[in-house]
């Protein structure tokens, strides 16, 4: 299987990045995914690398590389993860409401 999410705004992806990690640090709070399947499937290096080759803007790219540390706060300092996921969190709602909606088009 295939998935692909075609965004013609480059604020648009902006937003939508922001959403999808947002819902990814939520899953993590509910304990319904793992810090490890969120590095497998979003927050890795690689994500990152692919971000900036999309131009993707900085504070997004900022926000999806400091979520890569979150398996390293884990194994060192397992009881600040959930206080650095709320962080997180502050950090993505603060620049999504700066971020400049567009109008809603389909993405799939």
């Known amino acids: ?7 013609n705004e ?16 939520d899953s993590l709070l509910g304990k319904h ?28 790219i900022d926000l999806f590389e400091s979520a890569c540390e979150l398996s390293d706060i884990e194994s060192i300092v397992p009881d600040d993860l959930q206080t650095e996921i709320y962080k997180l969190i502050l950090e993505a709602k603060r620049l999504l409401t700066e971020l400049p909606a567009s109008p809603p088009q389909k993405w799939l």
């Open 10 to 25: 480059p604020k648009q992806s902006d937003r939508f990045l922001v959403m999808l990690f947002l819902g990814t640090l």
């Open 1 to 7: 299987m295939s998935l692909t999410i075609k965004i």
């Open 33 to 60: 995914i793992t810090v490890e399947e969120a590095e497998q499937n979003l927050f890795t290096p690689y994500s990152c690398e692919r971000l900036k080759e999309q131009g993707i803007s900085q504070p997004v």
